[in-house]
């Protein structure tokens, strides 16, 4: 097992199943599957993260799934081989703040387009939608200044 079940390391990967899980919207596993991935020193197959999780295949094959999705994990395979391996993504934080914003545009697109078929409601939902689309124009532009702040800061560190 690349990840040593020390009590310091355990009790991060833990940590990590609570705070990122929920702060992120995950399962507790998707936060510790994140955590066993961001100290792991080399990429590690399913049957490593089963074990390092202690968890079946299908939970752990389902989280990676989530966290490739976030931007913040990456299948690959070994040279030479047919088995995939997973690993944290060096550029993980701006995957994570991509997936983020690309959700935002899915919202945004959501309100204009309930906004535009919505023209035949009442005042106060017709409000409503407003109120949401101008929401998520704000949430989208700021994302965005966000993203390209910190893709200029993480290029000017490597």
């Excluded at 690349?2 to 310091?8: I, M, V």
């Excluded at 989280?63 to 040279?79: A, D, Q, S, W």
């Excluded at 023209?119 to 994302?143: C, G, I, N, P, S």
Aim: charged share 30%; hydrophobic share 40%.
């Amino acid at each position: 097992m690349t990840l040593p079940d020390r009590s310091a390391e355990h009790a991060l990967v833990e940590d990590f199943g609570l705070r990122i899980g929920r702060a992120m919207g995950w399962p507790p596993m998707a936060g510790r599957t994140s955590g066993v991935l961001l100290l792991s020193e080399k990429p590690l197959t399913l049957g490593e993260l089963q074990d390092a999780l202690d968890a079946s295949k299908g939970s752990v094959s389902e989280m990676t799934r989530l966290l490739m999705v976030n931007g913040v994990v990456e299948r690959t395979k070994k040279p030479g081989s047919r088995q995939f391996v997973y690993r944290w993504r060096d550029d993980a934080w701006l995957g994570c703040l991509q997936h983020q914003v690309n959700a935002t545009r899915e919202l945004l697109e959501l309100a204009e387009s309930a906004q535009e078929h919505g023209k035949h409601l009442a005042a106060e939902q017709r409000a409503r939608l407003r109120r949401m689309r101008d929401y998520y124009v704000f949430m989208t532009e700021q994302l965005e200044a966000l993203l390209a702040e910190y893709s200029s800061r993480t290029e000017s560190d490597a």
